[in-house]
């Protein structure tokens, strides 16, 4: 089993990022272009614990297949999605939410397994942890754009 963990402050109020999170569409958003990432679950999604979310990219000329389950559901702190059916033997990945100062601390954490045994251990460390790092780098730098362009809350003065 390996973990990929990130966090990232985003200077937003916790609720505001979880909504924005909440969305589903906004994965298309926040994937890089380069695995022609999307959606095929009829929108709009209304997430909850259960929502089933279908998705369709590619790895190179590969076309696969993802389905994932959110299996818990406790906004505005977090939520957990299940990879159902797709390339790897085990995903899951926790986003969870915390409050910081005046915005928001996000914490990404993902656990995943490969198929396969031993030539599994080798296309992960040549392939698939490089690239779930680069997926991650991107996510991040959307996020911060994202978020520094959106508009405070007023202070109510």
Request: aromatic content about 14%; proline content about 9%; glycine content about 6%.
């Amino acid at each position: 089993m390996y973990t990929l963990i990130r966090e990232q402050w985003i200077p937003c109020p916790q609720e505001q990022v979880f909504q924005f999170f909440a969305d589903a569409q906004n994965l298309e958003v926040l994937t890089p272009p380069w695995l022609k990432f999307r959606i095929v679950t009829p929108t709009p999604i209304e997430i909850d614990q259960g929502t089933e979310i279908d998705y369709l990219l590619c790895l190179g000329i590969v076309r696969l297949r993802w389905k994932t389950v959110i299996t818990h559901w406790s906004p505005p702190h977090f939520f957990v999605d299940v990879q159902r059916g797709g390339p790897y033997r085990f995903w899951e990945h926790t986003h969870t939410f915390r409050k910081e100062g005046p915005g928001t601390r996000m914490f990404d954490t993902v656990r995943y397994e490969l198929p396969l045994g031993v030539l599994g251990r080798m296309v992960n460390a040549l392939k698939v942890r490089p690239d779930l790092e680069r997926i991650f780098d991107y996510r991040a730098e959307k996020i911060e754009e994202i978020f520094s362009r959106t508009p405070q809350p007023s202070l109510g003065h």
